[in-house]
């Protein structure tokens, strides 16, 4: 994943739609990666275009992660590990 495009397609006036779909259906490396990327690039996002209305949908529902010092995997684990256990369980 790369940075840029990443940021990219946060700024774009509807690429943001696919980063916030991409965070709630991505594997744990992908989603850790990509909110890495999203907390160095805040500011940016925030002073963009499009970007008031992305930063505040992208801090409501990921604060703890963007704002805060919790720990990005431990937050993954929480909050969508149970989500794909009951996905894969259903394919199966």
């Known amino acids: 994943i790369k940075d840029l495009n990443v940021v990219n397609l946060i700024i774009d006036k509807y690429g943001n739609y696919i980063v ?21 690039k805040l500011k940016r996002i925030k002073n963009s275009p499009y970007g008031d209305k992305i930063y505040t949908s992208l801090i409501g529902k990921y604060k703890e992660i963007l704002l805060e010092e919790v720990d990005i995997n431990d937050y993954y684990e929480k909050n969508f ?5 009951k996905i894969l369980n259903d394919i199966t």
């Open 20 to 40: 916030k779909t991409l965070l709630t259906k991505v594997n744990k490396v992908n989603f850790v990666e990509l909110i890495k990327i999203i907390k160095l």
């Open 81 to 85: 590990s149970v989500i794909n256990d």
